[in-house]
């Protein structure tokens, strides 16, 4: 069993960055996708970007060109950079884990707040 938990979230003002963090328990070696998703009020959780074991990325048109989701398997970490931060951005954001649809993770998420 993983656990993941975030960290960074926080407030900034629109145009600013933040740089989330994921951190497992356990070996994100063997994890074929991690995964970024986020949740805002009144919404539906959302994928944001995802990057394979091999290292292929995933993004949501939204945030194409503005956020970079990165994995460090030897650390057991993975990390969203999110640059050029509007007020759309605000949302509770979830790390994932995913090989196939009996292994998912999810952490608790934290908070990313824009202030236009």
């Known amino acids: 069993q993983v656990q ?3 960290s960074g979230g926080g407030l900034v003002q629109a145009g600013g960055s933040l740089r989330l963090s994921c951190a497992a328990s356990g070996s994100i070696f ?3 996708n ?3 998703y986020r949740q805002a009020p009144g ?3 959302e994928l944001v970007a995802g990057i394979t074991s091999g290292g292929s990325r995933y993004y949501a048109d939204p ?3 503005r956020f970079t989701i990165s994995r460090d398997n030897a650390k057991n970490m993975v990390y969203l ?4 931060l509007k007020a759309e951005d605000t ?5 994932n884990g995913a090989s196939g649809l ?3 993770y999810w952490g608790q998420g934290t908070q990313v707040t824009v202030s236009s």
């Open 30 to 32: 063997s994890i074929d």
């Open 43 to 45: 919404k539906q959780r």
């Open 63 to 65: 945030v194409k060109g």
């Open 81 to 84: 950079q999110m640059n050029s």
């Open 4 to 6: 993941l938990v975030e």
């Open 34 to 36: 991690m995964n970024w």
């Open 91 to 95: 949302a509770v954001y979830y790390c």
């Open 102 to 104: 009996t292994r998912v």
